[in-house]
Antibody, heavy 120, light 111 residues
Framework: QVQLQESGPGLVKPSETLSLTCTVS????????WSWLRQPPGRGLEWIGY???????NYNSSLKSRVTLSVDTSKNHFSLKLNSVTAADTAVYYC??????????????WGPGTMVIVSS | QSALTQPASVSGSPGQSITISCTGT?????????VSWYQQHPGKAPKVMIY???DRPSGVSDRFSGSKSGYTASLTISGLQAEDEADYYC???????????FGGGTKLTVL
């Protein structure tokens, strides 16, 4: 049974770079599309982007200039970098897998989420 | 402002049925059968309950069903149970960037 686990700092200073990693266990990272999503406190979900195991990426245009997604198949994990963060980037960040054969919806496996606070 | 429109809250008594609507446009809900519904309990990650409008993943109760008419998709929960109390989000593929849109979420209260 595949499981995802996000990891990274829970506190990031304004203007710095938020970096998170999602480790995939129970299955290979290959052949699936892997996404990052986020949820500000008390608000709804926002898709950030996806990375394919080949390294191909696609981003939400609202964040595209600040986001970089990457994958490391040797470590079976993928990563998110979001630069120039502000308080508006404070959120729970989730990694998720798109269902087999899909690049976008539905997301059938999710990590538990990690809270990232942007504050000095 | 979310791309898809959901009611902020719905409620029902145990054993009753409720329906949550999700309204979009021709670029998303109305144009594709790629609507998903997610259940989210407080402090937990979302869980897909319905995908492709009306398909249920293995392990999801058949009390959950989905449908679509025009630009509006619906999630129906029959035989309400206390554990159904949660936030529900609809999502759809969209032909315009960012290609994935969500509704603002609906809080279901089981009275």
């Amino acid at each position: 049974q595949v499981q995802l686990q996000e990891s990274g700092p829970g506190l990031v200073k304004p203007s710095e770079t938020l970096s998170l990693t999602c480790t995939v266990s129970g299955d290979s990272i290959s052949t699936f599309y892997w996404s990052w999503l986020r949820q500000p406190p008390g608000r709804g979900l926002e898709w950030i982007g996806y990375v394919y195991y080949t390294g191909s990426t696609n981003y939400n245009s609202s964040l595209k200039s600040r986001v970089t997604l990457s994958v490391d198949t040797s470590k079976n994990h993928f990563s998110l970098k979001l630069n120039s963060v502000t308080a508006a980037d404070t959120a729970v960040y989730y990694c998720a897998r798109a269902k087999s054969g899909r690049s976008y919806v539905p997301f059938d496996v999710w990590g538990p989420g990690t809270m990232v606070i942007v504050s000095s | 402002q979310s791309a898809l429109t959901q009611p902020a809250s719905v409620s029902g008594s145990p054993g009753q049925s409720i329906t949550i609507s999700c309204t979009g446009t021709s670029s998303d809900v109305g144009g594709y059968n790629f609507v998903s519904w997610y259940q989210q309990h407080p402090g937990k990650a979302p869980k897909v309950m319905i995908y492709d409008v009306s398909d249920r993943p293995s392990g999801v109760s058949d009390r959950f069903s989905g449908s679509k008419s025009g630009y509006t998709a619906s999630l129906t929960i029959s035989g309400l149970q206390a554990e159904d109390e949660a936030d529900y989000y609809c999502s759809s593929y969209t032909s315009v960037i960012p290609h994935v849109v969500f509704g603002g979420g609906t809080k279901l209260t089981v009275l």
